[in-house]
């Protein structure tokens, strides 16, 4: 269990097991919003509740049961922070053929990428850290996708182990491939890299209890010939994240990954494709089914499109009328002269 605080104003709680499962816990600006996601290892919910701040006004809880979280902003990758995974989005584990909890919490387990490298893309050895001082060892996985033709091309994953704090990992850098317009020119661009820190042992193990998160864009610049050369890659975001009240091994009950709404919850279940309200006995009232309510959206949608249709037509209509008679009297008047 690990409790993370990335800002002096914000705070999550963290519990994870063996099996995949997790529960993020996140406090904004408590007590005026509180967010709980659960990952089941098999599906996500989550659950965003309103504080008793009289400054805001109340709403009625929302909860969402999704099998992927396209964007986890808040407590992503903290399996990463604590040095247990590497990054990696959905599309490109999906791409690359990882597990469906990888594709779902967008982390790639340690013992996931080594089985799915090949032997031969594996290489270990002595390598000087990215911030500099002496050498360390260094371990470089190559992991490629099934199909050489695929837009998305290998991702190449580096970290180093610092032999005097237990072989902790110290660092850790994430390439992906990086091409031209053309596809005709390729080559490794950083994408993600973490330096670990404050190397602390808890009940005999030992783990960082500071990740630095860095983060890379690739972009890529017109040439002479007006078109887009080779991808290069460049820093658009840093987070840090700090462990505290950290326990190993702690028992974890597992109703830690049970969400259960209470009454009046907004309820949007796109797993079972409906959405509904939770009643007073935990019953499902006014169920309807997403695709109607997207249905009827795109019915107002629709509607409002072609409202904006007639008012437009109507306003040319008079805009024409009024352009005739000023014409006509124009002549008229020119003529009486």
């Not at 490794?188 to 670990?196: E, F, L, N």
């Not at 460049?234 to 462990?243: A, K, L, P, Q």
Request: proline content about 6%; hydrophobic content about 40%.
């Amino acid at each position: 269990m690990l409790q993370p605080d990335r800002q002096a104003d914000e705070h999550y709680r963290y519990s994870a097991d063996s099996s995949g499962k997790m529960r993020v816990e996140l406090a904004l600006g408590t007590p005026k919003k509180s967010i709980v996601f659960v990952y089941t290892g098999s599906v996500w919910r989550y659950l965003v509740t309103s504080g008793a701040d009289p400054a805001v006004p109340a709403r009625a809880p929302q909860m969402g049961l999704n099998s992927r979280l396209a964007e986890l902003s808040y407590g992503k990758w903290l399996e990463v922070a604590r040095g247990n995974a590497i990054p990696m989005d959905t599309r490109r584990a999906a791409r690359h053929g990882f597990s469906e909890t990888a594709q779902a919490v967008q982390q790639v387990s340690w013992q996931e990428i080594v089985d799915h490298c090949d032997p031969v893309d594996i290489v270990q050895t002595q390598a000087a850290s990215p911030r500099g001082g002496s050498q360390q060892p260094m371990l470089e996985l190559t992991s490629r996708p099934s199909a050489e033709d695929v837009p998305i091309g290998p991702v190449r994953v580096r970290v180093w182990f610092d032999p005097a704090k237990g072989y902790c990992p110290s660092h850790l850098q994430v390439f992906e491939a990086a091409s031209d317009e053309e596809r005709t020119a390729w080559d490794y661009v950083i994408a993600h890299a973490v330096d670990w820190s404050d190397i602390a042992t808890v009940d005999g193990v030992t783990l960082p209890l500071t990740a630095r998160v860095k983060d890379y864009q690739k972009f890529a610049m017109p040439q002479a010939n007006d078109r887009l050369g080779l991808e290069k890659a460049y820093e658009y975001s840093i987070r840090t994240f700090t462990f505290s009240n950290v326990a190993v091994n702690a028992p974890l009950d597992d109703s830690c990954f049970i969400i259960d709404p209470p009454p009046g919850t907004n309820v949007i279940d796109d797993v079972a494709g409906e959405a509904y309200i939770v009643g007073s006995m935990g019953e499902q009232l006014h169920k309807t089914a997403l695709r109607e309510r997207a249905q009827r959206s795109d019915d107002v949608a629709w509607i409002s499109g072609k409202n904006v249709a007639i008012i437009v037509c109507a306003v040319a209509v008079v805009t024409t009328c009024l352009l005739v008679v000023c014409a006509r009297l124009w002549r008229v008047r020119w003529r009486s002269r």
